[in-house]
């Protein structure tokens, strides 16, 4: 049940009420008091803003609660997530301050000219002399934001906010959210193309798919700068880093596994491409129709692709059918598909990450007593499969080294050194795959994308702690 937090200011008569009728009122009504601050003290009445937490399907009763209640006057509601969103989450600030003209000559006009002229004769210099070397584009045109849809560019603004905070945070890293009106693909490459001068990456975010494939391929072939599709390739990454570790809770290799995963779509192909690459040897693609099977024709070219792969089974089936006798299911696709007597038909020990949102193929509940390692993408349960472990180091990595791109090696590369953090010591069914908060998981990505970046030829500087 999603939660929220609010700030409710209210005036008490204290004559007819006190803060225990209060109290009661919020708690009766589903709410849970987490703090309280005077903002006036008085004998006879006196203001307060109570903070409470509250499912956001009861969020209504609690206010209509103290509106009814004799002796409670309600100045205001205020909801702490909208709070933190007034006036935008990320700002620009300068690395130097100017307070004279002779700062202001360096800046900007007369002096910059030289800078200008530096670059012009030679632009790999912009690495050195612009924020080009440590900047990211974080990009979306708003038609498959989170679990939401296509809500538009204005409405995925705060998402493409967020992830910008999140590459400052965890990598050090300056991303800009750009959020594109547009859902014309060429126009999209066209756009990107032409505002990459001044970035050292571009982050593609919540593009619905197919279209986001082309968009993709397209600029990886068109630019000398990384392009990384998060949706795609940052949920492969972190689902193979917790799938390694899975592995070894059970005891199984990846390449004796069968592996079903369902909803072929971005997120969905990358994990088949990426579960290919670590060495499973038996795949079962599922999408609405049932599975993508070896040696049929699709529309779809990445449909197509997966059906010309050997690894992929030939036996055609619904998700239920296929599931049987499953090693692993991973689904990207949407809540309530799958109940426990289909994930007890799987093999034993079985392995599940039910990663829909923000209502699960299965709910854990029915899952857990049939499965031997779960996971979701929630932050509610344990092992929680989230893409943020993966952007900011492979993007912290890739400016490091100047990599012209972002390679399946680097990739794989980026999920064994999360998987890593995790040591042998602490690995258990609860717990798989690290925090988003662990300091350890941007080092040690950073240092694996830069070290394949080297061995694969993209990287085009060798960072000094790599010499």
Not at 119 to 135: F, G, Q, V
Request: hydrophobic share 45%; glycine share 8%; with cysteine.
């Amino acid at each position: 049940m999603a939660q929220t937090s609010i700030i409710l200011r209210v005036e008490l008569d204290h004559e007819k009420v006190t803060f225990g009728d209060v109290a009661a009122a919020i708690s009766k009504s589903g709410g849970d008091i987490t703090s309280i601050d005077v903002i006036r003290p008085g004998k006879d009445s006196s203001i307060r803003d109570i903070t409470v937490d509250v499912a956001e399907s009861v969020e209504s009763q609690v206010v209509e609660a103290l509106k009814q209640h004799e002796g409670i006057k309600l100045i205001n509601v205020s909801d702490r997530t909208f709070l933190v969103h007034l006036g935008g989450k990320v700002s620009v600030q300068p690395n130097l301050p100017i307070k004279n003209r002779d700062d202001l000559s360096r800046v900007y006009t007369p002096g910059v000219a030289r800078v200008c002229t530096a670059i012009h004769e030679n632009p790999k210099k912009a690495y050195s002399l612009t924020i080009k070397r440590n900047t990211v584009a974080v990009i979306s045109d708003g038609t498959a934001v989170l679990g939401l849809g296509d809500i538009g560019p204005h409405a995925a603004a705060p998402v493409m906010e967020g992830k910008a905070m999140l590459f400052k945070q965890l990598a050090g890293v300056d991303a800009f959210p750009i959020c594109l009106d547009t859902k014309d693909t060429e126009e999209i490459i066209r756009t990107i193309k032409a505002i990459s001068p001044i970035f050292g990456g571009i982050n593609l975010e919540d593009i619905s798919s197919p279209r986001c494939f082309e968009i993709e391929s397209r600029l990886n072939e068109e630019l000398d700068i990384p392009v990384f599709h998060d949706d795609q390739h940052g949920t492969a990454v972190v689902v193979i880093a917790g799938l390694l570790n899975a592995l070894k809770v059970v005891g199984k290799r990846i390449e004796n596994v069968r592996v079903v995963v369902n909803g072929i779509g971005a997120a969905g192909v990358s994990i088949c491409k990426m579960l290919l690459a670590a060495g499973v040897t038996k795949l079962v693609p599922v999408d609405r129709e049932g599975a993508i099977v070896r040696g049929g024709t699709y529309e779809y070219p990445m449909w197509q692709w997966l059906a010309e792969q050997p690894q992929v089974e030939a036996e055609s089936g619904t998700l239920k059918e296929v599931i049987r006798g499953a090693d692993v299911f991973i689904g990207v696709s949407r809540g309530g598909l799958l109940n426990g007597q289909d994930v007890q038909a799987m093999a034993p020990d079985s392995i599940v990450f039910a990663m829909a949102n923000p209502t699960p193929e299965i709910a854990p509940e029915e899952a857990l007593p049939h499965v031997r390692v779960f996971a979701t993408g929630r932050s509610d349960y344990p092992n929680q499969i989230n893409n943020v472990l993966v952007f900011p180091g492979i993007f912290r990595g890739a400016l490091d080294c100047r990599a012209r791109n972002i390679n399946e090696p680097m990739k794989l590369a980026a999920a064994r050194a999360i998987a890593s953090v995790v040591t042998d010591a602490e690995l258990n069914e609860q717990y798989i795959i690290p925090s988003i908060f662990n300091e350890h998981v941007v080092k040690k990505v950073r240092h694996a994308i830069i070290e394949a970046a080297i061995l694969t030829g993209t990287a085009r500087r060798i960072p000094p702690d790599f010499r």
